[in-house]
């Protein structure tokens, strides 16, 4: 009888030297370098290099202007209220393989703007990915360390193995196909709410406990009404996820020098009453801190509102989906899984 692995679980699909998620240990690996260690120092320019490297991917980051006929795309769909994601994805497919990945905080941040009647920027050569990010959602060069609160988040989410996006980029880069319909794809699978939605869901929590002394009976009743506590738990780690603990220690710094330490100070305390409450209601599952959790304090702390936390994660992970493209056109194999018939069997033709 044929084993059937729904979602592919516990199935080896690739070999990569791009990143190494280990969910019982709660290590994340990227090019060689801990993620604790990589991501709260390292420039984005830097870690693109070094996921570029290990692919044999010949590109150098920097944010990039849009191609005419793409912002005329954009000042298009806006009056219509797309959705960003939707503009992403739709922009996406209009830019050349030279366009990867730069163009896509112009995207972004051109369409943010677009959305709410203001005429974009254009990126700044001498400011670095991130700044221009910042830079051209408002027009205002950013704090330093705004700057470095965004570049550690876009170090932490850059890569994580063979997740639902990276994996639909490499079927697509396996069959022969171009970059940019490997990385339309690829947004296409972000969007969906069981992939890059989560944030969102887990600030609004924050909010709606709004004081520390609610957090125990509002987390009590959403557990014992059977919703969710979103940003806990995780389908690969089993302890906490190390990317969790990376963006809790940049969220300080973020509040601590140029942000709302109230907000902080909650989400601690929802943190640590969210995890107590998990292990009384359901001991022994391992529900821990994941990245969602931090994310939406990080990215909240930038100034980013929440339509703009998947089309962020976004502008990190296409330079992963980009190297592990790489590395899928270099085995020179298309991704051919094979499916289980249950349907109905074909009548036998009557005896004659």
Known sequence: MTNVHNGFEGIVAAETRLSMVDGE???LVI??????????????????????EAAGFDRELRAAALPPHSEMLLRSIAPQG??????????????????????????????WRLLHHQNPFAPRP??????????????IEPHAELVRGL???????????????????????STGSDLVSAITGAIGALKGPLHGGAPGPALDMVFEIGDASR?????????ESGERLMGFGHRVYKVRDPRAGVLAAAAERMFTRAG?????????????TALRLLEEYKPGRKLQTNVEFYTALVLHGLG?????????????????????CAEQRRTGRIIRPQSVYIGAQPLEAAAV
């Open 31 to 52: 090019a060689g370098h801990r993620v604790e260690e990589l991501a709260p120092s390292a420039s984005f320019e830097e870690v693109s290099a070094m996921l570029f």
């Open 82 to 111: 797309t959705g960003v994601m939707d503009a992403l994805r739709i922009a996406a497919g209009t830019l050349g393989e030279d366009d990867l990945p730069g163009a896509f905080p112009t995207i972004v941040a051109s369409y």
């Open 25 to 27: 240990r709660g290590e």
């Open 215 to 223: 957090a125990e009976e509002v987390l009590r009743r959403k557990i």
């Open 260 to 272: 709302d330490m109230h907000l902080y100070d909650l989400a601690r305390v929802v943190e640590r």
């Open 151 to 173: 570049e550690t988040y876009l170090n932490t989410v850059v890569d994580h193995g063979l997740n639902a996006s990276t994996f639909t980029a490499r079927v697509i880069a």
């Open 126 to 139: 001498d400011l670095g990915y991130a700044a221009n990010y910042l830079y051209m959602l408002t027009g």
């Open 304 to 324: 980013l509102d929440v339509p703009l936390f998947t089309p962020t994660f976004a502008i990190s992970r296409v330079v992963g989906w980009l190297a592990h």
